[in-house]
T-cell receptor, first 112, second 115 residues
């Protein structure tokens, strides 16, 4: 029962363009949504998050959008840089934080 | 970077042998987690701890046990390793009060191969 789904295993974009990573979820009890970035041979690192009471959160080049009615969120990276090449995991959690569910990840490649 | 170390970083073992992975933190965070990462599944929670000697099961706990005798250490044990437990294991920590968005900090991972 995969409650968080990332349907695109990979995405390739040109440096300077926008990267859009998508995520869908099925559990309406999720309160917080997070994006993690993972480089090879390292642990995931937190990137950005959004509360279910908001529809947008921005941090520099990274913006997360939440559409609760569609149970969909997306991560926008503008402009994309080669250093952004990594695997991006979408995650969702209820308020108590003890049951964070992750998507399968999307591998982003930013070409110079 | 959050002070989280995992040991060993790599291990190859045989089916049926016991294996213990260690997670050590220097952040004094209350919550500690063990995840496994597999292709097509992302990260899945195995067990978590909400304090010394307080643990609970996660999504994929069968075949695993944990212990936390000190705030800084969280051990994951495979009593009798099977090939299906070949995976990359990540430890994570969090301190809910300090992090309104439930951010978790991850260790570098342990790659376990069960032959």
């Amino acid at each position: 029962d995969q409650q968080v789904k990332q349907n695109s295993p990979s995405l390739s974009v040109q440096e300077g363009r926008i990267s859009i990573l998508n995520c869908d979820y099925t559990n309406s009890m999720f309160d917080y949504f997070l994006w993690y970035k993972k480089y090879p041979a390292e642990g995931p690192t937190f990137l950005i998050s959004i509360s279910s009471i908001k529809d947008k959160n921005e941090d520099g080049r990274f913006t997360v959008f939440l559409n609760k009615s569609a149970k969909h969120l997306s991560l926008h990276i503008v402009p994309s840089q080669p250093g952004d090449s990594a695997v991006y995991f979408c995650a969702a959690t209820p308020y108590n934080n003890n049951d964070m569910r992750f998507g399968a990840g999307t591998r982003l490649t930013v070409k110079p | 970077d959050a002070g989280i170390t995992q040991s060993p970083r790599h291990k190859v073992t045989e089916t049926g042998t016991p294996v213990t992975l260690r997670c050590h933190q220097t952040e004094n965070h209350r919550y500690m987690y063990w995840y496994r990462q597999d292709p097509g599944h992302g990260l899945r929670l195995i067990h978590y701890s909400y304090g010394v000697k307080d643990t609970d099961k996660g999504e994929v706990s069968d075949g695993y046990s944990v212990s936390r005798s000190k705030t800084e250490d969280f051990l994951l044990t495979l009593e009798s390793a099977t090939s299906s437990q070949t995976s990359v294991y990540f430890c994570a920590i969090s301190e809910v009060l300090a992090s309104p968005y439930n951010e978790q900090f991850f260790g570098p991972g342990t790659r376990l191969t069960v032959l």
